[in-house]
């Protein structure tokens, strides 16, 4: 549900846009020189957080930076589309927002409606990890990402994610995952419980931190 609901909410920020595009001259210069250079900043800033896998310790600030590059990169790319030949560049509009549609960048739009907070759980070393629900078609397909965070001292409202494991609710009992220290200093262990209509045991898995 929380991918649909996604994704509607990107339909129309499109189509808001789309509209902004339509209507641009009639936007005060003050007002379009701002837009332009939010957009830049707020793309730049995502690009950052992605790249070096850094970002704040609220996964739903994390989701509004995102929306807002989102919405940045789609007004710039539909003010390219205002050049001429309109025909080419409409059509390169298109190519270019098509993506923004996939999987990839869905999910972590998603939580922004998880405005609940998500339990931070100690490791130790400066280490913590959230369990983090996800559904793509509803809950037949559904489970958890374990993300597992460093957080330094100096820096206490920034964290940088060191590794993930996705655990799906038809392997086991997605929703009990949790994460211990693993064998050695630069791993994790990752358990999910079965499920009580699977054998006992548990799905371990050891995720590599880096």
């Known amino acids: ?3 649909q609901i996604t994704i509607a909410l990107l339909v129309l920020l499109t189509a808001g846009m789309v509209f902004l595009r339509m209507f641009w001259l009639r936007v005060p210069s003050p007002l379009r020189f701002l837009l332009i250079r939010t957009a830049v900043v707020m793309i ?3 690009l950052l957080f992605t790249v070096t896998k850094w970002g704040t310790i609220s996964p739903q600030f994390n989701a509004i930076i995102n929306w807002l590059a989102i919405a940045g990169y789609e007004l710039l790319v539909l003010l390219l589309s205002r050049l001429s030949p ?4 409409c059509l390169s509009a298109a190519i270019l927002i098509t993506p923004l549609y996939s999987s990839s960048v ?3 739009l998603a939580l922004v409606l998880h405005m609940e907070s998500i339990p931070r759980v100690p490791l130790g070393n400066h280490l913590y990890y959230k369990v983090v629900p ?3 078609n509803g809950p037949d397909n559904s489970g958890v990402d374990l993300n597992i965070f460093y957080a330094p001292s100096f820096a206490p409202f920034f964290s940088r994610r060191v590794g993930t494991q996705a655990f799906n609710k038809d392997a086991c009992k997605a929703s009990a995952a949790f994460a211990v220290p693993g064998p050695t200093a630069k791993s994790i262990l ?3 419980p079965h499920s009580p209509s699977q054998p006992a045991g548990s799905d371990d898995k050891i995720v590599r931190i880096h």
């Open 134 to 136: 996800w559904s793509t």
């Open 190 to 192: 990752a358990r999910c």
């Open 106 to 108: 869905l999910f972590p």
């Open 86 to 89: 309109k025909w080419l560049t």
């Open 1 to 3: 549900m929380d991918i």
């Open 44 to 46: 730049f800033v995502h």
